[in-house]
């Protein structure tokens, strides 16, 4: 079986990250009390984002193949090659640790 390290799809979660980690912490049944909420998202939306030089995404992949006319543009690569690439990473990385925890 193959795996694909970098899904083909991502969603910029960085503006609700702060939202996902309070949403983490109410989940009582799958037991992600606040660093555990926060070293998650830390680990896996942040290193999905390292991918699309954004600082947290969600990645995802097609349920069903998609076809088009032509290749879509996507606006987000299209930015980064406008830029030169030192401007890429200055607020790469938001530490979301800093979120309080409630319970």
């Known amino acids: ?3 694909n390290f ?3 799809c991502g969603v910029d979660i960085t503006s609700v990250v702060d939202r996902k980690v309070r949403a983490m912490d ?10 555990v ?9 942040g290193r999905m984002g390292l991918h699309w030089c954004l ?5 995802f992949h097609a349920l ?20 030169p690439t030192k401007d890429h990473y200055p607020n790469l990385r938001i530490m979301v640790n800093d979120v309080p925890f409630k319970r």
């Open 37 to 45: 909420a926060r070293n998650c998202i830390e680990d896996i939306n």
């Open 64 to 83: 069903y193949p998609s076809a088009y006319p032509h290749l879509p543009a996507n606006e987000h690569l299209l930015k980064l090659a406008s830029m």
């Open 26 to 35: 109410c989940l009582r049944s799958q037991y992600y009390p606040g660093h």
């Open 55 to 59: 600082p947290y995404a969600e990645a």
């Open 1 to 3: 079986m193959k795996l």
């Open 6 to 8: 970098c899904p083909p």
